[in-house]
């Protein structure tokens, strides 16, 4: 054997056994408070499609960084659900983790139907709520709930088992108003209330950060790619709150 190879198999060991670990420290913790099925999505509670490095929990704790895919633990199993674009690099990535690649192909069956399908009277499923679309939580939580179980949103496992999880970026915020914008931030707000009354609504909350960063003539560098920054907004009648790192 090339002394290549045999690196590389070393590697690939290293961190299969270290991925192991994971699992099982997941595993106990999931015990601990009587989770049964522990959901990991590739999202941030900004949807966004280029995730920092503290949103990257999925591929901390499976070992496949495919940019797509969705992690299930439970007690006897674990599964990364992938398109076929992360096919080969999750089968190389996933060898001797203990995890399965689940192919999803059209028409087949995803991981939150696996999970409604798989759960059993009185069993507890738990997600990360700040990661997980509201409509999808909804229908989730609607299907476990047909079968005697529920959806618990309220716990972010990851907290206590990433011990070296990256800090949140948080990098400098700067202007960017007109000419290069197209409007004043003082009339996109008016268009945005004028839409609150028309609605007949009393406020309007923002994640989206691209939507921010247009709406308020501002930009940053906290997403690889794109110059937004992390934040959320409420906009009201009278008031409007940017909620961004005080840093």
Known sequence: MSGSAGESMSTQSNASSGVAERLAQTRALMSRERIDAYLVPSADPHLSEYLPGYWQGRQWLSGFHGSVGTLIITQDFAGIWADSRYWEQATKELAGSGIELVKLMP??????????????????????????????????????????????????????????????????????????????????????????????????????????????????????????????????????TLFVDSK
């Open 107 to 240: 028409g087949q069956q995803g991981p939150l139907e696996w999970l409604a399908d798989e759960a059993k009277a009185e069993s507890v499923v738990a997600v990360d709520g700040a990661v997980l679309a509201v409509a999808s939580s909804r229908t989730l939580a609607s299907k476990l709930y047909e079968r005697g179980a529920r959806l618990r949103t309220d716990i972010d496992l990851l907290t206590e088992l990433w011990q070296d999880r990256p800090a949140l970026p948080s990098h400098p915020i700067y202007e960017h108003l007109p000419p290069q914008a197209s409007l004043d931030r003082s009339e996109k707000l008016a268009r945005v209330r004028q839409i609150i009354v028309e609605r007949k609504a009393d406020w309007h909350f923002i994640a989206t950060l691209d939507d921010i960063a247009w709406l308020f003539n501002l930009r940053g560098a906290d997403v690889s790619y794109n110059p937004v920054f992390i934040a959320f907004a409420l906009i009201g009648p009278q008031s409007v």
